[in-house]
């Protein structure tokens, strides 16, 4: 059985910086498509950044590019998110997702990734 928990998260002020983290534990194969997602309240949840672990680099959505770092851990299927000059629009709670697909298919859709974290909020104050 695949899981996914996230860890990190909590307040930050504007400006900035905190690092989240997803790992994947059970079988989810050799090559899946990694990404986080973001809901703020009321709000769609949208994709943030994805990765396929088969390799190549992170695509990350316009909200992130520039600010957001997406890195892999030592550990096996571990996800770093690095989060810098955030911005009181940044507050939300952070989903890791994952599907067992080989390519991340954008833009990022709910309904590809059966596997999710619970989430983790990240509240950014002015």
């Known amino acids: 059985q695949v899981q996914l928990m996230e860890f990190g998260g909590g307040s930050v002020q504007t400006g900035g910086s905190l690092v989240i983290s997803c790992e994947v534990s059970?079988?989810?194969?050799?090559?899946?498509?990694m990404a986080w997602f973001r809901q703020g309240e009321g709000e769609e949840r949208e994709g943030v950044v994805s990765?396929?672990?088969?390799?190549?680099?992170?695509t990350y959505d316009d909200i992130a590019q520039g600010r957001f770092t997406l890195s892999k851990g030592n550990a096996k299927n571990t996800l770093y998110l690095r989060m810098s000059r955030l911005q009181v629009e940044d507050t939300a709670m952070y989903y890791c997702?994952?599907?067992?697909?080989?390519?991340?298919?954008?833009?990022?859709?709910?309904?590809?990734?059966?596997?999710w974290g619970q989430g983790t909020q990240v509240t950014v104050s002015s």
């Open positions: 059970g079988d989810i194969g050799t090559r899946a498509c």
């Open positions: 990765i396929s672990t088969g390799g190549g680099t992170p």
């Open positions: 997702a994952a599907a067992p697909t080989e390519w991340c298919t954008w833009p990022l859709q709910q309904r590809d990734f059966p596997y």
